[in-house]
T-cell receptor, first 113, second 112 residues
Framework: DSGVTQTPKHLITATGQRVTLRCSPR?????VYWYQQSLDQGLQFLIQ???????AKGNILERFSAQQFPDLHSELNLSSLELGDSALYFC????????????FGPGTRLTVL | GNSVTQMEGPVTLSEEAFLTINCTYT??????LFWYVQYPGEGLQLLLK?????DKGSNKGFEATYRKETTSFHLEKGSVQVSDSAVYFC???????????FGTGTSLTVIP
């Protein structure tokens, strides 16, 4: 158990819908990262937050947004869903130092029908 | 910029064979280097890491040495087991922002 929790574990929805994925980092970790993993794209970095502020942005679509709340949990919002958004979405956290290990949650499997 | 290049897979080995998965990196500063493993149906978990040149990370029989002169961090194991079948990711972390850069992953299958 990494200490990072993600909910829900599975999500099935239809095209055009909007969903919210939730992540709680390890106790004491300030930095949260979101990744998308699909079969043909590998692990894609979406966005990073550090203590409530956006720190870095990767290949995140405009239809996707995220935020980190004062209690440090984070939410990833996916809207106008398309079939191609079906993937595993992982959250990870670190303390914020460049030598820190990134700890991953178990992921949310999103299926868009 | 920063990037990680990993050996393409998939790799299939017989049990007790020697494993090498190549990883090279490009970084503007002095990164920390990591190997992560992802077992089927699970999230990524840290296998080993090294935070400065010439450091050797090791865990569960796996080893990797941080080679600054060749910008490499190759993963090795002397004798693989069926239970080592997984996807292996090389990664680096650098800078005050602690952004991570992952390789594309190498799928390993070990057959009895």
């Amino acid at each position: 158990d990494s200490g990072v929790t993600q909910t829900p574990k599975h999500l099935i929805t239809a095209t055009g819908q909007r969903v919210t994925l939730r992540c709680s980092p390890r106790s004491g970790d300030l930095s949260v990262y979101w990744y998308q993993q699909s079969l043909d794209q590998g692990l894609q970095f979406l966005i990073q937050y550090y203590n409530g502020e956006e720190r870095a942005k990767g290949n995140i679509l405009e239809r996707f947004s995220a935020q980190q709340f004062p209690d440090l949990h984070s939410e990833l919002n996916l809207s106008s869903l398309e079939l191609g958004d079906s993937a595993l979405y992982f959250c990870a956290s670190t303390g914020g130092s460049w030598t820190d290990t990134q700890y991953f949650g178990p992921g949310t499997r999103l299926t868009v029908l | 910029g920063n990037s990680v290049t990993q050996m393409e897979g998939p790799v299939t080995l017989s049990e007790e064979a020697f494993l090498t998965i190549n990883c090279t990196y490009t970084a503007t500063g002095y990164p920390s280097l990591f190997w992560y493993v992802q077992y089927p149906g699970e999230g990524l978990q840290l296998l080993l890491k090294a935070t400065k040149a010439d450091d050797k990370g090791s865990n569960k029989g796996f080893e990797a040495t941080y080679r600054k002169e060749t910008t490499s961090f190759h993963l090795e194991k002397g004798s693989v087991q069926v239970s080592d079948s997984a996807v292996y990711f090389c990664a680096l972390s650098e800078g005050t922002g602690n952004q991570f850069y992952f390789g594309t992953g190498t799928s390993l299958t070990v057959i009895p």
